[in-house]
């Protein structure tokens, strides 16, 4: 973005003026505080997206991809194995970066500790994970104690770390390999997405989302997260085509229907809120991760402006 933040709502303001006159009524910007207060998220929302692009082509030290160091981060580690021709790794990187989250103030050391065994030796990378993903139930029960004191993100924060737990993390990995392995490895899985329903980056998105049904713990903010995170990254030929508001959206289907029909309690049906957003998006231009998390932070209050990490 090379224009100033003040600029930049302004014209986010501009433009959803626009939409409510020539596109579609927008009765929950029934206010100037209100179409400040959504542009400001729209402004917030589109800056997170734009980080993790840069991530995806700025240049990252190798100790970025080292668990024994405190400079790990999973998605910069994810962006230089993609670099290097290791897809399945970046992949699982990515996998561990959001089904862990970055905490607010440990930061990625959940995902370091256990991607990288406590310090090893080995690490649970992809191939170790793939070879004998019932390895790593064991191995998460003999290190709890020692993982105690981790948590996970605040976006995760009902996950667990029970390696007994039938939802715990050991089944959510049991549940990725069994999802990937019939594939044979990742890039073979988009190559048979592409032969069933095209090259069209919206296209494969909608089949990965819904195949992920497979996955454990991954529900609609954590397939929605980790899809458009391979997208953003440049590891995946993907992008959301909709907000998928039909899939247990809380937040972002409440912040549609008060911004579609004036009230989060509008008797406005989740497929017919995401056709709207769509024809909002060809006017706003910001994407549909965007404005779905616009959305969900904007209706917390939308005439006072709170900023919210994401």
């Given at each position: 973005?090379?224009?100033?933040?003040?600029?930049?709502?302004?014209?986010?303001?501009?433009?959803?003026?626009?939409?409510?006159?020539?596109?579609?009524?927008?009765?929950?910007?029934?206010?100037?505080?209100?179409?400040?207060?959504?542009?400001?998220?729209?402004?917030?929302?589109?800056?997170?997206?734009?980080?993790?692009?840069?991530?995806?082509?700025?240049?990252?030290?190798?100790?970025?991809?080292?668990?024994i160091s405190d400079l790990f981060d999973p998605l910069k580690a994810?962006?230089?194995?993609?670099?290097?021709?290791?897809?399945?790794?970046?992949?699982?990187?990515?996998?561990?970066?959001?089904?862990?989250?970055?905490?607010?103030?440990?930061?990625?050391?959940?995902?370091?500790?256990?991607?990288?065994?406590?310090?090893?030796?080995?690490?649970?990378?992809?191939?170790?994970?793939?070879?004998?993903?019932?390895?790593?139930?064991?191995?998460?029960?003999?290190?709890?104690?020692?993982?105690?004191?981790?948590?996970?993100?605040?976006?995760?924060?009902?996950?667990?770390?029970?390696?007994?737990?039938?939802?715990?993390?050991?089944?959510?990995?049991?549940?990725?390999?069994?999802?990937?392995?019939?594939?044979?490895?990742?890039?073979?899985?988009?190559?048979?997405?592409?032969?069933?329903?095209?090259?069209?980056?919206?296209?494969v998105f909608d089949f990965l989302y819904r195949s992920m049904d497979?996955?454990?713990?991954?529900?609609?903010?954590?397939?929605?997260?980790?899809?458009?995170?391979?997208?953003?990254?440049?590891?995946?030929?993907?992008?959301?085509?909709?907000?998928?508001?039909?899939?247990?959206?809380?937040?972002?289907?409440?912040?549609?229907?008060?911004?579609?029909?004036?009230?989060?309690?509008?008797?406005?049906?989740?497929?017919?809120?995401?056709?709207?957003?769509?024809?909002?998006?060809?006017?706003?231009?910001v994407g549909m991760q965007a404005l779905e998390d616009s959305l969900?932070?904007?209706?917390?209050?939308?005439?006072?402006?709170?900023?919210?990490?994401?």
């Amino acid at each position: 973005m090379s224009n100033s933040k003040d600029e930049i709502v302004e014209l986010f303001k501009k433009k959803l003026h626009e939409v409510d006159f020539n596109i579609i009524k927008l009765p929950g910007l029934s206010s100037d505080s209100h179409f400040d207060c959504l542009s400001r998220q729209l402004f917030d929302s589109r800056r997170r997206i734009d980080y993790v692009f840069h991530i995806r082509d700025a240049k990252h030290v190798a100790a970025r991809m080292e668990p024994i160091s405190d400079l790990f981060d999973p998605l910069k580690a994810a962006v230089l194995n993609s670099r290097a021709g290791k897809i399945d790794e970046a992949y699982w990187l990515v996998f561990i970066a959001i089904h862990f989250g970055k905490h607010s103030k440990n930061g990625w050391d959940l995902a370091r500790n256990i991607y990288g065994k406590l310090g090893g030796p080995g690490r649970w990378d992809w191939d170790t994970i793939v070879k004998d993903p019932t390895g790593f139930r064991p191995w998460l029960e003999a290190n709890e104690q020692n993982l105690k004191g981790h948590r996970f993100s605040n976006h995760r924060k009902y996950e667990s770390l029970q390696a007994a737990s039938a939802e715990g993390t050991a089944a959510v990995f049991e549940s990725y390999v069994r999802w990937v392995r019939p594939f044979g490895n990742h890039q073979n899985m988009i190559r048979e997405i592409h032969q069933k329903v095209g090259q069209n980056p919206h296209s494969v998105f909608d089949f990965l989302y819904r195949s992920m049904d497979d996955v454990r713990r991954f529900g609609r903010l954590g397939r929605f997260d980790f899809l458009t995170m391979l997208g953003k990254l440049g590891i995946a030929p993907i992008e959301p085509g909709s907000a998928y508001l039909w899939h247990n959206a809380t937040g972002p289907k409440k912040g549609a229907r008060l911004l579609l029909g004036g009230s989060s309690d509008a008797k406005i049906g989740p497929k017919a809120l995401d056709e709207k957003l769509v024809l909002i998006d060809g006017a706003l231009k910001v994407g549909m991760q965007a404005l779905e998390d616009s959305l969900c932070n904007w209706q917390k209050n939308p005439t006072h402006y709170e900023y919210f990490r994401g």
